[in-house]
């Protein structure tokens, strides 16, 4: 791996994250980009970087000098450059192409190519003339709203004009031609309403296979993205046939490395591309700490042909939930982003990136990943670091108690034995509610209860009954969420038949039961099963575990140091 020297154009935050990568490889990159303090020359191992433009056919080729293979960290370099290289230096590899380059980095070509390969995208036209009777036809074309964008040197939402109506022509002259884009270089696009905004990283390598990470949920603010949730919060069948749309478009480019493919899911349920990008991309950074090889050592395990292990199960593959959320600067205080960041760093499974850049409004200076057994508590440990709200576990979202537990019995005979069950989730801080709910006396009101429980936010169900004991198995019958049943010993059978009732239910309709009086085991139980989707409970449950253990070894100790006899008088005192 040493024996190869990386050139990278372009020396921002993402060029800085393959320099990270390409370290713990031992690989030698260097960089072309302004100045001294970029991102990425602030971090690499060499010396021998190139000051100067990405688009500069004489830094480039200097650039070229240095290196056997390169690449780029942003798109809108000089792709002519690059062919010519490619041509008079057959040894130096140059990855993606310039030819797959020159495509996508203009974002209409990158249309015509997708369309022609049979890849769903949303229709488009090229605008020849920027004046209003031209955009007024096109509005007649594509109906309004439709969106007027610059098919180069376009990103986070820069040029980019939404078209209300004809009242909107105008304006839309106006920010193209104020904020100097190439106003013969733009294009219209039909308005795609879509449910949310998808993103598949996909990586390529020299063989020609494809490998792709997880469909992940975009949330962009003001243009830019905000938080990306990895997976989508969207049904599986609907992440799979996002990577095979993504797969299918990175196949019909030529050359290796990583492509971040961003995608619509539609009102009408379509997965749409909207935009590829052929680098490392904001929507992948969640892999590196969620992932077992991130975006930035699959590029360089691509574009370097080193081994890419086969299967998803130990390459690309995120066994975990993540949210990456953007650190942007602050609009009015310089710094105060870094708040952020502080409660990050002080908050279990939270990971910091910062790039090394001077704050500025808006500007990307960073990004903090979560990861968690359950997209839940990322949630709520995002919360936390954005909204300084209570890391407590009880703190499930920006309601506060939400009950995640029901208690309900048929009389309230049964709460002296439930109110044990009680006691063991506020030790928990689990937040819960009790109830009486009778399956003979009330029984559409235990319909309505069992019906609704999940919709009101509840995962488990704990149900105490006595004599008959129906309640834990006719609740289970109307409800998809876990029931949890107690016999309460009655006046006469001491339990038992309450025990029989609970366990005899028919195939098809489970319910988990305890000993009898044992409401303890069935709150220990239901905290169990928040744990397997809530890191937070799960820790508690391992600490709780660890303290029992403890409590039984010292106990131990003490019976052995000083006897049965004196242990035993101790116990009676």
């Not at 990568?21 to 991102?39: F, H, M, P, Q, Y």
């Not at 990586?203 to 938080?227: A, F, G, M, Q, W």
């Not at 009790?434 to 609704?452: F, Q």
């Not at 009086?517 to 575990?545: C, H, P």
Request: charged share 25%; aromatic share 6%.
């Amino acid at each position: 791996m040493d024996q190869k020297t990386l050139g990278i154009l372009g020396g921002g935050q993402l060029g800085r994250m393959l320099v990270e990568a390409a370290n713990r490889l031992n690989v030698k990159t260097v960089i072309l980009e302004k100045g001294a303090d970029c991102s990425a020359k602030q971090i690499s191992n060499s010396t021998e970087h190139v000051d100067g433009s990405f688009t500069d056919p004489e830094k480039i080729q200097e650039l070229a000098k240095k290196c056997n293979v390169l690449t780029i960290e942003i798109e809108h370099v000089n792709t002519e450059t690059l062919a010519d290289l490619k041509k008079l230096n057959p040894r130096l590899k140059i990855y993606p192409t310039p030819e797959t380059i020159k495509i996508i980095q203009d974002k209409f070509s990158q249309k015509l190519h997708l369309t022609k390969n049979n890849i769903p995208v949303v229709e488009s036209y090229p605008i020849e003339n920027i004046c209003p009777e031209e955009l007024n036809d096109m509005g007649t074309k594509l109906n309004y709203p439709y969106m007027l964008k610059a098919r180069t040197f376009a990103y986070d939402g820069r040029g980019n004009f939404v078209i209300k109506n004809k009242n909107s022509i105008d304006e839309a002259i106006k920010f193209f031609t104020e904020n100097k884009q190439n106003v013969a270089k733009l294009y219209a696009e039909k308005w795609c309403p879509f449910k949310v905004e998808l993103a598949v990283m996909v990586v390529r390598s020299l063989n020609n296979k494809v490998y792709s990470y997880s469909t992940v949920e975009t949330i962009h603010k003001d243009n830019i993205c905000h938080v990306v949730y990895a997976p989508a919060r969207i049904p599986d069948s609907v992440q799979f046939e996002a990577r095979l749309v993504a797969e299918n478009a990175i196949k019909s480019f030529d050359g290796a490395g990583i492509f971040g493919v961003e995608m619509f899911y539609s009102q009408e349920g379509k997965i749409i591309i909207n935009e590829i990008a052929p680098r490392p991309h904001n929507s992948g950074h969640y892999t590196i700490d969620a992932c077992v090889t991130s975006q930035f050592e699959a590029h360089l395990r691509s574009v370097l042909d080193l081994p890419m292990p086969e299967g998803f199960t130990n390459f690309t593959t995120c066994d975990t939930n993540a949210i990456m959320i953007n650190v942007l600067g602050d609009r009015e205080v310089k710094d105060k982003e870094l708040e952020y960041c502080e409660r990050a760093l002080a908050t279990p499974n939270a990971s910091v990136y910062l790039y090394g850049k001077e704050s500025k409004p808006q500007r990307k200076l960073g990004h903090i990943n979560i990861v968690s057994s359950s997209m839940h508590d990322c949630e709520r440990k995002l919360h936390h670091i954005v909204e300084n709200t209570s890391l407590d576990p009880h703190v499930t979202d920006t309601t506060l108690n939400k009950p995640l537990v029901g208690i309900i019995m048929g009389s309230d005979s049964d709460l002296p034995v439930m109110s044990a069950a009680c006691d063991i989730l506020k030790q928990f801080s689990v937040p819960f509610d009790v109830t009486i709910v009778s399956a003979h006396r009330t029984p559409h009101r235990m319909s309505k209860y069992a019906v609704e429980a999940s919709k009101r936010g509840m995962k488990v169900i704990i149900a105490g009954a006595g004599g008959a004991a129906h309640l834990p198995g006719m609740v289970a019958a109307m409800t998809p969420l876990p029931v949890i049943g107690v016999p309460v010993k009655g006046s006469c059978l001491d339990g038992v038949d309450s025990l029989h009732s609970i366990v005899q239910m028919p195939r098809g309709v489970p319910v988990a039961t305890v000993a009898i009086n044992n409401s303890t085991n069935a709150a220990l139980l239901a905290v169990r099963i928040l744990g397997a989707y809530n890191d937070t409970y799960f820790q508690k449950m391992q600490a709780f575990l660890l303290k029992q253990e403890e409590e039984i070894l010292q106990k131990a100790q003490k019976l052995e140091d000083e006897g049965y006899e004196q242990y035993l008088t101790e116990m009676k005192k």
